[in-house]
T-cell receptor, first 112, second 115 residues
Framework: NAGVTQTPKFQVLKTGQSMTLQCAQD?????MSWYRQDPGMGLRLIHY???????DQGEVPNGYNVSRSTTEDFPLRLLSAAPSQTSVYFC???????????FGPGTRLTVL | GESVGLHLPTLSVQEGDNSIINCAYS??????FIWYKQESGKGPQFIID?????DKRQGQRVTVLLNKTVKHLSLQIAATQPGDSAVYFC??????????????FGRGTSLIVHP
């Protein structure tokens, strides 16, 4: 199993640009989530999904959209990037709510 | 280096010593707790977990202790090795029958092991 994979590893955007961070898992996990990690802070939940076709907001959802058309994939979209979205983004999956989450390697995003 | 390590509490130990990393949690309704290890430039990696109906759980070289009275969690690493150098943080997961599901993660502690 590859586990949780994320692409790209690094990305630089200009303010106002849009992009999609990709996340995929091959463990047949129902639950997937997106976090951002900022220096000196704990992970913060952006959006999560409990299964294909179902998504919900986390702690810091503004400026981000998600969709879950398949069990395997859970892309995160930035519609109009802002410098405040400069962060490291992690995707995670688990077999169910409240179960151990497995994290991807992260995407480092810089918005100029 | 990994910017997430800046401004974090730091624990420096000698190789072979035992390490104790602490975490205070806030939600008395939290039912499930996890310790993660994060090496520089990598995603968090599961180490050990514990449910609220337990006060101690042991793994390979690691032990988690849970004190619900004072809402405190600790991670003990025995015979610490240079490969244990990383940021360690805890996560608390609320009891699912109440409220929305938003886990809370600690800021973490940077463990530095000197050979």
């Amino acid at each position: 199993n590859a586990g949780v994979t994320q692409t790209p590893k690094f990305q630089v955007l200009k303010t106002g640009q849009s992009m999609t961070l990709q996340c995929a898992q091959d463990m047949n996990h129902e639950y997937m989530s997106w976090y951002r990690q900022d220096p000196g802070m704990g992970l913060r939940l952006i959006h999560y999904s409990v299964g294909a076709g179902i998504t919900d907001q986390g702690e810091v959802p503004n400026g981000y959209n998600v969709s879950r058309s398949t069990t395997e994939d859970f892309p995160l979209r930035l519609l109009s990037a802002a410098p405040s979205q400069t962060s490291v983004y992690f995707c995670a999956s688990s077999s169910g709510l409240g179960d151990t989450q497995y994290f991807g390697p992260g995407t480092r995003l810089t918005v100029l | 280096g990994e910017s997430v390590g800046l401004h974090l509490p730091t624990l420096s130990v000698q190789e072979g010593d035992n390490s104790i990393i602490n975490c205070a949690y806030s939600n008395s309704a939290s039912d499930y707790f996890i310790w993660y290890k994060q090496e520089s430039g990598k995603g968090p990696q599961f180490i050990i977990d514990i449910r609220s109906n337990m006060d101690k759980r042991q793994g390979q070289r690691v032990t988690v202790l849970l004190n619900k009275t004072v809402k405190h969690l600790s991670l003990q690493i025995a015979a610490t090795q240079p490969g244990d150098s990383a940021v360690y943080f805890c996560a608390e997961i609320p009891w699912l029958s109440g409220g929305s599901y938003i886990p809370t993660f600690g800021r973490g502690t940077s463990l530095i092991v000197h050979p």
